[in-house]
């Protein structure tokens, strides 16, 4: 039975340019969400996909943004990218918005 | 704001020990308590967690204590173990808001051998 699965696993970009990371939910999970984690900090909550809609959203600007497929896997686009937006970026899948969260090992986003 | 808020930042432990994480949290709306562990390179992987209406919850050698009335809980590790070394996150959430969750800032934790 596959976890959740990110890629890629590293990226490297410079300032201004835009990134989009790819997330494929633990079998039989419909739900997405996607977390920052900078270096040394707990996870920030970007926003939640179900049914192929964002349903919560975090502290993030525009900038951030998402797609869920039908299928359940998701993307997380980043435009403008900032040397601020270096982080691990984290999905974690569930089953329903209000199951339990299992995260993937995450992508690391370099800025330069 | 910071609505969870853990504490120590790090932690050395002789092995055998007990290693003891503390955190509270702010909203009282808050229903669901994980504990998360995570290794270098890797996601957090889910520990254990609590609700509100129980005071303990224990699994192997990780028990969660839970004070309602002073909004904190704890994570106590027993016998503690070299492969225990990770970074442990709490975290808080609500149903209500579809288990988004809120992190505290994470505790290092050493076993020396």
């Known amino acids: 039975d596959a976890g959740v699965t990110q890629s890629p696993t590293h990226l490297i970009k410079t300032r201004g340019q835009q990134v989009t990371l790819r997330c494929s939910p633990k079998?039989?999970?419909?739900?997405v969400s996607w977390y920052q984690q900078a270096l040394g900090q707990g996870p920030q909550f970007i926003f939640q996909?179900?049914?192929?809609?964002?349903?919560q959203r975090g502290n993030f600007p525009d900038r951030f943004s998402g797609h869920q497929f039908p299928n359940y896997s998701s993307e997380l686009n980043v435009n403008a990218l900032l040397l601020g937006d270096s982080a691990l970026y984290l999905c974690?899948?569930?089953?329903?918005?209000?199951?339990?969260?299992?995260f993937g090992p995450g992508t690391r986003l370099l800025v330069l | 704001q910071q609505q969870v808020k853990q504490s120590p930042q790090s932690l050395i432990v002789q092995k055998g020990g007990i290693s003891i994480i503390n955190c509270a949290y702010e909203?009282?709306?808050?229903?669901?308590f994980p504990w998360y562990q995570q290794f270098p390179g890797k996601g957090p992987a889910l520990l254990i967690a609590?609700?509100?209406?129980?005071s303990e919850k224990k699994e192997g050698r990780f028990t969660i204590s839970f004070n309602k009335s002073a909004k904190q809980f704890s994570l106590h590790i027993m016998d503690s173990q070299p492969g225990d070394s990770a970074t442990y996150f709490c975290?808080?959430?609500?149903?209500?808001?579809?288990?988004?969750?809120?992190f505290g800032g994470g505790t290092r934790v050493l076993v020396k051998p």
């Open positions: 974690a899948s569930s089953l329903a918005p209000q199951g339990t969260q299992y």
């Open positions: 079998s039989g999970h419909d739900t």
């Open positions: 996909y179900y049914e192929e809609e964002e349903r």
């Open positions: 909203n009282t709306a808050f229903d669901y």
């Open positions: 609590i609700r509100p209406d129980v």
């Open positions: 975290a808080a959430s609500m149903k209500a808001a579809g288990n988004k969750l809120t």
